[in-house]
């Protein structure tokens, strides 16, 4: 079970270890090494302020610079955060690789799995290792987009296609549309809890920007620094599936607990039953987006008319 706490990284060293990742620092001292594993571990002869009878001004202004360059890099990555998450959701894919890779999918990943599921959900009588088997395929579906047509080339991307779409599937409500509006109504507590959530994603993919950017260093030292930045990668790719899980899960929750303070705020009568709320939540849904039923029929007739003249 997921752990909604105020963060997950909540340890002095799991801070510290954030702190330096989202930073950049490991990315300078990483650089640092490259730089002397290339020079056998000696500076040049030139760098002064290096031996032991340097002056501390000097080094100071190095390590001033240093932190000066860090800041201004760090504040520059940090608006490349929602580019980079949309291209490994796989939205700026090439096309052809896209369809290419949602097909393996759908035939190799997809269909098996869900074929496997509906065996085990007919069997009257299920073994304590096909129960086991049968809840982790039903929680791997469970963040797959039904509609094939929404489905991503990438796990990032399916899992928050699959909890963008929820809302619509059980509500009626578009979340894309719904949610900065509901954002709005929210209880305090509910949106510290997803601001937290939000900001560990961000930095969770700030550190895979970190990870590539740290290849550069190969110029020194591919031996290490190659095999280290695909790990790096790798493993920072897997933090950034579990934060896309606990913002995706309180995303959810919030339609679930809070969809009728929408309602309230904006008059819209509140329904009475599941069906009902499906058909009220896409009337509210395309009140939101395109406003009432009356200015909608007043533009299309005058778009009409426009284009007949």
């Given amino acids: 079970m997921t752990d909604f706490g105020e963060s997950w990284v909540t340890s002095p060293i799991e801070r510290w270890a954030t702190i330096l990742m989202k930073s950049g620092i490991l990315f300078v001292l990483g650089g640092l ?3 002397a594993y290339d020079n056998n571990w000696k500076p040049p002869s030139d760098l002064n302020w290096f031996r032991n009878d340097a002056k501390a001004v000097p080094t100071l202004l190095f390590l001033f610079g240093l932190l000066v ?3 201004t890099a760090s504040s520059i990555l940090k608006h ?3 580019l980079v998450l949309r291209l490994l959701e796989g939205y700026y894919w090439p096309k052809w690789l896209r369809d290419l890779e949602i097909h393996r999918q759908n035939v190799w990943w997809f269909k098996k799995r869900y074929k496997r599921l509906q065996e085990l959900g007919l069997k009257p009588y299920r073994s304590p290792k096909e129960e086991v088997e049968f809840a982790q395929l039903d929680e791997q579906l469970m963040f797959i ?4 047509a929404q489905r991503m080339p990438t796990r990032l991307g399916n899992f928050l296609r699959a909890i963008e779409s929820r809302p619509k ?3 009626g409500l578009n979340a894309v549309v719904c949610w900065p509006r509901l954002w709005l109504v929210l209880p305090t507590e509910a949106k510290h809890e997803l601001a937290n959530a ?3 994603l961000d930095t969770m993919v700030r550190t895979w920007n970190w990870s590539l950017l740290f290849m550069v260093w190969s110029v020194w030292a591919w031996e290490w620094v190659i095999p280290l930045g695909l790990t790096a990668l790798l493993i920072t790719y897997r933090w950034i599936l579990q934060a896309a899980q606990v913002y995706g899960q309180l995303v959810e929750s919030s339609f679930d607990l809070y969809r009728f303070l929408l309602y309230n705020e904006l008059h819209w009568p509140l329904p009475q039953n599941s069906f009902e709320e499906k058909k009220q939540g896409k009337q509210l849904t395309e009140y939101l987006w395109r406003g009432s039923e009356e200015e909608n029929i007043r533009f299309f007739h005058s ?3 426009f284009e007949k003249n």
């Avoid at 987009?145 to 094939?148: L, Y």
């Fill in 33 to 35: 090494a490259a730089w």
């Fill in 69 to 71: 360059v860090m800041a």
């Fill in 80 to 82: 490349f955060d929602l």
């Fill in 145 to 148: 987009p039904r509609e094939p």
């Fill in 169 to 171: 599937q059980k509500y």
């Fill in 198 to 200: 939000r900001d560990n």
């Fill in 303 to 305: 778009q009409t008319l």
